[in-house]
């Protein structure tokens, strides 16, 4: 029977949020940091290895994996380490909290994580290594791309769509039928009415496009 272990790749504070949500199905769970930390215990997780170990922890019976790196408008880094945990062979669950609703017709892809309190309505899809956090609202139909991080206590209403890494501030609104496209970074507490364009930084009570982002 194959081994149901855990890695969580990343120790600061989005791992902590990550690992409040975790259901009990894993037989074991740990935490992959930096060097120094090994053996130490984080948020009642053992550091079980670095980055360096990751072959040698898939060798021994480590066959699941969940990015827990946090991400405020910058996803290199996670998708990065994806690449990397796929290339060895790692797959990733899905991790929904007890807290949380999900409709049962929405589709919730790979590596996403659906924080406490968080709603996604009927018909919504949401693209793999997902940040759905803290009470985040996503009415009926949204559509989230791949990486992309919507914030605590942010709406998106019905029919809303979010680009690949895109990153929608706390307590934002999105306006029902809106587009943002790839690559945008909305500020907290922001309005946005009418769609926005890839690549650009947009915040404001109606939100506005300040500037392009280059990366």
């Known amino acids: 029977m194959e081994s149901n272990r855990l890695l969580l790749i990343g120790g600061g504070g989005h791992c902590s949020s990550v690992a409040d949500c975790l259901p009990d199905s894993f037989q074991e769970i740990g935490i992959v940091g930096i060097d120094s930390e090994k053996g130490k215990v984080l948020y009642g997780i053992k550091v079980v290895g670095s980055d360096d170990d990751l ?4 060798r021994n019976g480590w066959k699941y994996a969940f990015i827990t790196i946090g991400s405020v408008g910058q996803t290199t880094r996670r998708r990065e380490k994806a690449r990397e945990l796929e290339d060895i062979g790692f797959r990733f669950p899905t991790v929904m909290d007890t807290t949380s609703v999900v409709s049962g017709k929405a589709e919730i892809s790979e590596g996403t994580i659906i924080g406490k ?44 769509i979010i680009g690949d890494d895109s990153h929608i501030g706390a307590g934002s609104v999105v306006k029902q039928g809106v587009t943002v496209g790839r690559n945008v970074l909305i500020g907290a507490g922001s309005v946005v009415l009418h769609d926005l364009p890839d690549n650009v930084l947009a915040y404001g009570n109606p939100c506005r496009i300040i500037k392009e982002r280059t990366e």
């Open 55 to 58: 072959q040698h922890l898939y």
């Open 117 to 160: 309190r968080a709603c996604v309505n009927t018909n919504c899809r949401i693209g793999r290594h997902v940040i759905i956090n803290t009470g985040a609202i996503l009415d009926h139909g949204c559509t989230i791309g791949d990486f992309a991080h919507i914030s605590p206590g942010a709406v998106l209403c019905g029919d809303v």
